[in-house]
Nanobody
Framework: VQLQASGGGLVQAGGSRRLSCAVS????????VGWFRQAPGKERDFVAG????????YYADSVKGRFTISRDSAKNTVYLQMNGLKPEDTAVYYC?????????????????WGQGTLVTVSS
């Protein structure tokens, strides 16, 4: 399974950005996908996750109400729509995938990772 994250860039505080995670080489309909982020000098933190069915979504408290995760089965892609961005959202954002049971908030549970895309929010 390969994951390709894209959509990062520089955005002003209060702005929006949409990240994409294209998944290939597996059975997308069975893929649970999570977004994580890592700021310089900090640990990798859970941001959002979506179940293989798309029926269940999960968010970190710090992004709830501002970020939305979704999936497009026709494109084998998971999106992270980020609104109301804050400087503290600045980080490298990674998508990850696992088929089968997992604790969706735990990065240790995922099998495959994308390369990361940098989001910088200026104040």
């Amino acid at each position: 399974v390969q994951l390709q994250a894209s959509g990062g860039g520089l955005v002003q505080a209060g702005g929006s950005r949409r990240l994409s995670c294209a998944v290939s080489g597996g059975t997308f309909s069975k893929s649970n996908v999570g977004w994580f982020r890592q700021a310089p000098g900090k640990e990798r933190d859970f941001v959002a996750g979506i179940s293989w069915s798309g029926l269940s979504t999960y968010y970190a408290d710090s992004v709830k109400g501002r970020f939305t995760i979704s999936r497009d089965s026709a494109k084998n892609t998971v999106y992270l729509q980020m609104n109301g961005l804050k400087p503290e959202d600045t980080a490298v954002y990674y998508c990850a995938e696992k088929q089968g049971p997992l604790s969706i908030r735990l990065h240790q549970d995922y099998d495959y990772w994308g390369q990361g895309t940098l989001v910088t929010v200026s104040s």
